[in-house]
Nanobody, 124 residues
Framework: QVQLVESGGGLVQAGGSLRLACVIS????????VGWFRQAPEKGRELVGA????????YLVSSVKDRFTISKDNAKNTVYLQMNNLKPEDTAIYYC?????????????????WGQGTQVTVSS
């Protein structure tokens, strides 16, 4: 079993920054890749980006790749989502998730472990 706990969300003005953290515990052998997802009000959940645990390769969707970065700290079993130049359209609940495969970082399938989410609100 794997547990993921997100933190770092909050209210920020447009143009501001936040760093989300996802602390992972349990059977970390099942976390070959870790993804960040978000779900805005009345919208479906979408993949924001992902990181391969073995070598740190990352993927970010085009709408955020110039503003967000994903990184990991193996010593802390933590994956980060650094969000800069935030826009009101980034407002959403952000979730981290893990899966046991590391191929296809742009693929949003096969994630079977999820955190509880953290709210990010960007005011204009």
């Amino acid at each position: 079993q794997v547990q993921l706990v997100e933190s770092g969300g909050g209210l920020v003005q447009a143009g501001g920054s936040l760093r989300l953290a996802c602390v992972i515990s349990g059977r970390t052998s099942s976390t070959a890749s870790v993804g960040w997802f978000r779900q805005a009000p009345e919208k479906g959940r979408e993949l924001v980006g992902a990181i391969r645990s073995e070598d740190g390769t990352t993927y970010l969707v085009s709408s955020v790749k110039d503003r967000f970065t994903i990184s990991k700290d193996n010593a802390k079993n933590t994956v980060y989502l650094q969000m800069n130049n935030l826009k009101p359209e980034d407002t959403a609940i952000y979730y981290c998730a893990a899966r046991s495969v590391d191929w296809g970082l742009a693929n949003d399938r096969l994630y079977n472990y999820w955190g509880q989410g953290t709210q990010v609100t960007v005011s204009s």
